[in-house]
């Protein structure tokens, strides 16, 4: 082969993996910040059961961290939200409009919390392979998999179909 042909070969690798490389580093140093082009501005929000001085947080995703956040309620008085936090102030039902900004765009989703009395009151039914201890609200389970049913009921004693369970 001809040197000519050599040095146009090796100087396009050259060109070409400086040009990967270059490629790599402007998408590793924007990862997790800011939109890929071409990319909406999303939230991620469902509704909400709190008991009354009950909070979560991150109860919301927004898909990029510099998007300044807010948040408007059609009731005052029933939850407080600070940044990442919503906290259950008084029994009650509010619809939270979220708002995320950056740049030209603006998104909004809208998501209801449900804030409940504390006087709630559980009842597990047994179904198979468990039992429950009621005076500790303690549920056994005496095998790997156990079904049961769990029924939570307000202080007028209606229920309560909406909570979010969790079993550790």
Known sequence: MNKK?????????ILALSIV?????LLS????????IGESLTIEV???SLGKGESRHDFYKVNDENASVS??????GIILIDKDKIEGLNAGEVV???YAEIENQTVSKNFNVK???ENLHVSIIHIDNCFYIQEDNILIMEKEIAQFRIEVFDNLNQPINDLNYKII
């Open 5 to 13: 042909v050599v040095s146009i070969i090796v100087a396009l690798s």
């Open 21 to 25: 490389l270059m490629l790599v580093f």
């Open 29 to 36: 140093a924007n990862k997790g910040k800011d939109l890929p």
């Open 46 to 48: 469902d509704d909400i």
């Open 71 to 76: 948040f408007e309620l059609n009731k005052d």
């Open 96 to 98: 939270v409009t979220i």
């Open 115 to 117: 804030v409940y009395d």
